[in-house]
């Protein structure tokens, strides 16, 4: 009934709810203006008063005879980002999980690393009005036996049909052996209808003791050497290009590369013999990531996730928390994001509120500003004044003073118009336990 609206209502626009890769997602929201009154709206050094407009999915600015809509009080927030997840990935369960990202304040998600064969079915059901407005990858680039091969051998056989992670190629991932293949990778992917392209970078320090040690199959990642031509090669084709990293080292590999986001904090996980130092990112690292304006995400909530003694997991999480503070204090980007297949970035937020790295204030304002740091830089998203895209939630208890505020959400608006949300469930993917999943 109510996507039927929607569409009657785009097609008088003259828009297509479905576009094709990189298309502008449709901005519905009537000719008809909205007064909002009796709210609180959040900006980036406090929550203020006052009555905002809407009309076309954009706040405009205020126009008499509009309809009143009376929030109750409510503090007005806008809504929040996923930066890591690859749990739309899939048409049979993007329409569910989307439902799971709205009902956690979630519209907009990034996906680094996704199945081509799959992705432009799931694309086609999602950047709608009543859905997540989404971004996709597709395959990363990687190295022979590289990450994220062997993941996808072992995925494979929950299809049914199990298959060595090599045969893949092209679709979940793309090997680059020599400089030769950088440019028709490229090309695949951007026939493929990548948005960005992801990279993996996995113990580059160690790039020539592994990368043809049988021990380290699916723990190992691109050629440092050929690493700069790779981002370069990307940027020239107008992608920006994000990385998968696991030690410090990597961390300064990619910022010395000029990527653009980093997926990881360093050492989510640690091998055996490693030590802090492995992961430990310097004050010169951070003003250099600063400086180039590279996003960091946090993903720490997937060490909880990964089989280790408690005595260890307390390790990472001393380092993730000195990493953090030391980005924070450079004036790094971050961005949340989960990494989290069976949650949301609700469950990332949670882990850094339990972590005590950020007070309520600020873990609510990374999480606001995730949209436009990470995901659409080129949308007016992540804010509530005029010419901002009228996505917000509106709370019943003011989320600065305490983040688990973010749940109560008593009303939803996206592209100006309300949302019906379902309720959240233990996690997005129906029938599953909650927590875990698969790093990419
Ligand atoms: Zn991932």
Not at 42 to 51: E, L
Not at 63 to 70: E, F, I, M, Q, S
Not at 204 to 225: C, T, V
């Amino acid at each position: 009934m109510k996507t039927a609206m929607w569409a009657a209502l785009a097609a008088a626009a003259g828009l297509a709810l479905v576009g094709p890769a990189g298309a502008q997602t449709p901005r519905a929201g009537g000719p008809e203006t909205i007064r909002f009154t009796g709210a609180q709206w959040w900006t980036p050094q406090g929550f203020a008063g006052g009555d905002r407009y809407v009309r076309g999915g954009v706040f405009v600015a205020p126009t008499k005879g509009a309809r009143v809509v009376d929030l109750a009080g409510a503090f007005v927030v806008p809504a929040f980002g996923e930066a890591h997840n690859h749990n739309l990935d899939t048409p049979e369960l993007a329409k569910s999980v989307s439902d799971q990202y709205l009902a956690n304040g979630v519209f907009y998600v990034k996906n680094p690393n996704s199945r081509a064969a799959f992705t432009p079915a799931a694309r086609a059901l999602l950047n709608r009005p009543d859905t997540v407005d989404a971004k996709f990858s597709m395959g990363g680039l990687t190295a022979e036996g590289g990450h994220p091969i062997r993941l996808y051998g072992f995925l494979s056989r929950f299809s049914g049909k199990e298959q060595p992670g090599e045969a893949f190629e092209g679709d979940a991932f793309h090997v680059i052996r020599t400089a030769a293949d950088i440019e028709p990778a490229l090309g695949k992917l951007q026939a493929q209808g990548a948005e960005f392209v992801k990279t993996y970078l996995l113990h580059s320090e160690q790039y020539d003791a592994r990368k043809d040690d049988k021990a380290h199959y699916g723990m190992r990642g691109l050629d440092p050497k050929l690493y700069p031509a790779i981002v370069k090669a990307a940027h020239r084709r107008g992608l920006k290009v994000s990385v998968h990293i696991e030690t410090a080292a990597d961390f300064r590999l990619a910022v010395a590369s000029g990527v653009d986001e980093i997926n990881h904090l360093p050492g989510y996980m640690w091998a055996s013999s490693d030590t802090a130092q492995t992961y430990t990112i310097t004050p010169a690292d951070a003003h250099a990531a600063a400086r180039a304006g590279v996003v960091v995400v946090t993903t720490t909530v997937v060490t909880n996730g990964i089989n280790l003694p408690p005595a260890r997991k307390a390790q990472i999480k001393a380092v993730q928390t000195a990493n953090l503070r030391l980005l924070q204090a450079a004036g790094v980007k971050l961005a949340i994001g989960s990494d989290n297949y069976m949650q949301t970035s609700r469950s990332e937020i949670e882990n850094l509120a339990a972590m005590k790295v950020f007070d309520d204030a600020t873990l609510l304002r990374l999480w606001v500003e995730t949209p436009k740091v990470s995901i659409f830089p080129n949308r007016k998203v992540s804010c509530l004044d005029r010419g901002c895209e009228a996505d917000f939630l509106a709370l019943s208890a003011d989320p600065t003073k305490d983040i688990a505020a973010t749940k109560a959400i008593k009303a939803a608006w996206k592209d100006g118009a309300p949302l019906t949300l379902v309720p959240v469930q233990g996690s997005v993917i129906p029938g599953a336990p909650g927590g875990g999943g698969h790093v990419h």
